[in-house]
């Protein structure tokens, strides 16, 4: 089946922290990776995506990178940022036509000054 | 307008009762899902329908949850008999293609927060 699991937060950093929050998928055939972001009181905005083996996506200072090998969609950021707090969702859309996306759990990231 | 638009955006029922959500989505998206977000298990998938010139298909995931299609941009997510464990934020999301991709892209609403008591 398709399935996505991302690291349990809350994660709590000190803003100009790296970030990491890990993801990786299940999935038959090949996958659309996404990384969503929830702000406080918003609806879910697309981050960033990366549509076959080895794509980087990127977008606000954040990035991921599809691998195949690991299965893995890990979102990385450099230096993080109060305004950064949010909520952090990694998605699938499962290969071969199938339209549904398919989330993980969610990671609440909370970036003190 | 410019997004996926949700209403009302907070909802408390008595638990049996009947609710209606309303989802208004991006003119010209073709697909669009209601998705039920609980904190810390995701979002988990209720329906999705795909509206051509031709007809609409609503997913009817169980026998309290349906969805209907008024309008190739209106969707009204409707629970019957609402129970405790409803209580959750209901989000609706529209999809399209960007042409030169095969990958669908959603946008979403700010959700619906239901608090069945």
């Known amino acids: 089946g398709n399935s996505v699991t991302q690291m349990e937060g809350p994660v709590t950093l000190s803003e100009e922290a790296f970030l990491t929050i890990n993801c990786t998928y299940t999935?038959?055939?090949?996958?659309?990776l996404f990384w969503y972001v929830q702000y406080p009181g918003e609806g879910l905005q697309l981050l960033l995506k990366?549509?076959?083996?080895?794509d980087k996506g990127s977008n606000k200072g954040f990035e991921a990178t599809y691998r195949k090998e690991t299965t893995s969609f890990h979102l990385e950021k450099g230096s993080v940022q109060v305004s950064d707090s949010a909520v952090y969702f990694c998605?699938?859309?499962?290969?071969?036509?199938?339209?549904?996306?398919?989330f993980g759990a969610g990671t609440r990231l909370a970036v003190h000054p | 307008g410019a997004g996926v638009s949700q209403s009302p955006r907070y909802k408390v029922a008595k638990r049996g009762r009947d609710v209606a959500l309303r989802c208004d989505s991006i003119s010209g998206h073709v697909t669009l899902y209601w998705y039920r977000q609980t904190l810390g298990q995701g979002s988990e998938v209720l329906t999705y329908?795909?509206?051509?010139?031709?007809?609409?298909k609503s997913g009817r995931p169980s026998g309290r949850f349906s969805a209907e299609r008024p309008e190739r941009s209106v969707s009204t997510l409707k629970i019957q008999r609402t129970e405790q464990g409803d209580s959750a934020v209901y989000l609706c999301a529209s999809s399209y293609t960007p042409s030169g991709t095969n990958t669908k892209e959603a946008f979403f609403g700010q959700g619906t927060r239901l608090t069945v008591v």
């Open positions: 999935a038959t055939g090949y996958p659309s």
């Open positions: 329908s795909q509206s051509d010139a031709q007809r609409d």
């Open positions: 998605a699938l859309t499962p290969g071969g036509g199938y339209n549904k996306l398919i």
């Open positions: 990366a549509t076959k083996a080895d």
